[in-house]
């Protein structure tokens, strides 16, 4: 696997991901999963697109649920080819959609996959219509628990906070926990 930082990557041909993807939880695995099968499908690198901090923690000061290295290391296991970094910051934030767009075409992305709210550029101007009009963007249906809410790592900080280390311990996936922990500033030493 590969670390890039931003527009320094070019590829005649891939399958990208984009995201925060802070605590790489269970809908986090099943998008970058079902990008990577598309991509070995396809025959084109997979490439995964993630920020540090995670946007939430620079812009609102959420407790960051792994670090860059941790996330690293899981971004390997699943598969990724390549991973860029954009170190998310006032300068990167005030990125027009335009500006973004075009570094995505360095990497001609022959789809796209997110789920359904990804927002991006200056602002949150950038929905997954306005991705649609540069290339194919597939949408993976979001992965719920069993109580029918959306995984996601607001829900898994809030259920760190309040002490219910079980129910994140499932939104985040038996495999990743340990380590998980481990890592974290949620340790049990901590
Ligand atoms: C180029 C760029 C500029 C961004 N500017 C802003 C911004 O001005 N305000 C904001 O709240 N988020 C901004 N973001 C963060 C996005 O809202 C979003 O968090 C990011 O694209 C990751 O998507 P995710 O949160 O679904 O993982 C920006 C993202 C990118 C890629
Ligand atoms: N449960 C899920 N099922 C499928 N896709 C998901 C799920 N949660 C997030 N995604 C997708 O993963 C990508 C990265 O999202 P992001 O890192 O913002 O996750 P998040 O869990 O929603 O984070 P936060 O709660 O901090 O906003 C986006 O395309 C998002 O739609």
Same mark, same amino acid.
């Given at each position: 696997?590969?670390?890039?930082?931003?527009?320094? !990557?070019? =590829? $005649?041909? $891939? %399958?990208?991901?984009? @995201?925060?993807?802070? @605590?790489?939880? &269970?809908?986090?695995?099943?998008? =970058?999963?079902?990008?990577?099968?598309?991509?070995?499908? =396809? @025959?084109?690198?997979?490439? %995964?697109?993630?920020?540090?901090?995670?946007?939430? %923690?620079?812009?609102?000061?959420? &407790?960051? !649920?792994? $670090? !860059?290295?941790?996330? !690293?290391?899981? =971004?390997m296991a699943i598969g990724a080819d390549h991973v860029i970094v954009g170190s998310f910051n006032e300068a990167f934030m005030k990125q027009e959609v335009p500006d973004f767009i075009a570094e995505l075409q360095k990497m001609n992305p022959v789809e796209i996959w997110e789920g359904p709210n990804f927002l991006f550029g200056k602002n949150r101007k950038g929905t997954i219509e306005v991705l649609r009009r540069f290339f194919k963007v597939e949408i993976l249906q979001p992965l719920t628990c069993e109580q029918g809410e959306m995984i996601s790592s607001t829900r898994i900080r809030k259920l760190l906070q309040e002490g219910n280390y079980s129910q994140a311990h499932k939104l985040l996936g038996e495999d990743y926990f340990t380590s998980f922990l481990a890592a974290s500033p949620y340790s049990l030493q901590a």
């Open positions: 696997m590969e670390i890039h930082t931003p527009g320094t !990557l070019k =590829l $005649s041909a $891939s %399958v990208l991901t984009i @995201g925060a993807l802070d @605590g790489i939880h &269970r809908g986090h695995q099943a998008l =970058l999963l079902k990008a990577k099968e598309r991509a070995e499908q =396809l @025959g084109v690198p997979f490439v %995964v697109y993630t920020f540090d901090p995670p946007p939430k %923690v620079f812009l609102r000061n959420s &407790r960051q !649920l792994m $670090s !860059l290295e941790e996330k !690293l290391h899981r =971004l």
